[in-house]
T-cell receptor
């Protein structure tokens, strides 16, 4: 069974601080996606990484896919209250299922 | 263009009743997924439709759960004889392609919050 473990589960920080969220697995994924979900809404895709070692930047967010394609990290620089939400990583291309394997998420709260 | 829509947005039902949840995917998307999310938790895969292929039902938690997709577009998730543990947000997503494509990207609807009393 493929699993994705996210850490930390909860994170509460002040505006302006930096943070990193981790997504780890013992399985290899052909792609990994990061989503952000706000209360009452569905997850919204932030980025997809497909190449081992790949780094993608989205404004203050930096995403990295591990060399072995088993792990990923999301780093946020100078967090803002608008970054508050549930961050989910999801691995794709594993097994015969067409679904994504989701981690349980990191709930981020950025206080002004 | 329009995103994924789901209805109803909220559903309160009594234990033992049947419920139907509807999902309208993005036009042209061949893959459709149903997930369940308990309060503050990650997403639990339920079922996946890809084109005209037989659906992948491996995530359905019991035989009280079923889903169909008509005409390759709209999907309905049916829960029979609802139980309190069925209370959750049910999310639908669609993607242009599905299966083994390395970079299929899923677009989610806002979800249906189901409460079983």
């Amino acid at each position: 069974t493929q699993l994705l473990e996210q850490s930390p589960q909860f994170l509460s920080i002040q505006e302006g601080e930096n943070l990193t969220v981790y997504c780890n697995s013992s399985s290899v994924f052909s792609s990994l996606q990061w989503y952000r979900q706000e209360p009452g809404e569905g997850p919204v895709l932030l980025v997809t990484v497909v190449t081992g070692g790949e780094v993608k930047k989205l404004k203050r967010l930096t995403f990295q896919f591990g060399d072995a394609r088993k792990d990923s990290s999301l780093h946020i620089t100078a967090a803002q209250p608008g970054d508050t939400g549930l961050y989910l990583c999801a691995g794709g291309g594993g097994g015969s299922q067409g679904n994504l394997i989701f981690g349980k998420g990191t709930k981020l709260s950025v206080k002004p | 263009g329009a995103g994924v829509s789901q209805s109803p947005s909220n559903k309160v039902t009594e234990k033992g009743k049947d419920v139907e949840l509807r999902c309208d995917p993005i036009s042209g998307h061949t893959a459709l997924y149903w997930y369940r999310q308990s309060l503050g938790q990650g997403l639990e895969f339920l079922i996946y439709f890809q084109g005209n292929s037989a659906p992948d039902k491996s995530g359905l938690p019991s035989d009280r759960f079923s889903a169909e997709r008509t005409g390759g577009s709209v999907s309905t998730l049916t829960i029979q004889r609802t139980q309190q543990e069925d209370s959750a947000v049910y999310l639908c997503a669609s993607s242009l392609v599905g299966g083994g494509s390395p970079a299929y990207e899923q677009y989610f609807g806002p979800g249906t919050r189901l409460t079983v009393t």
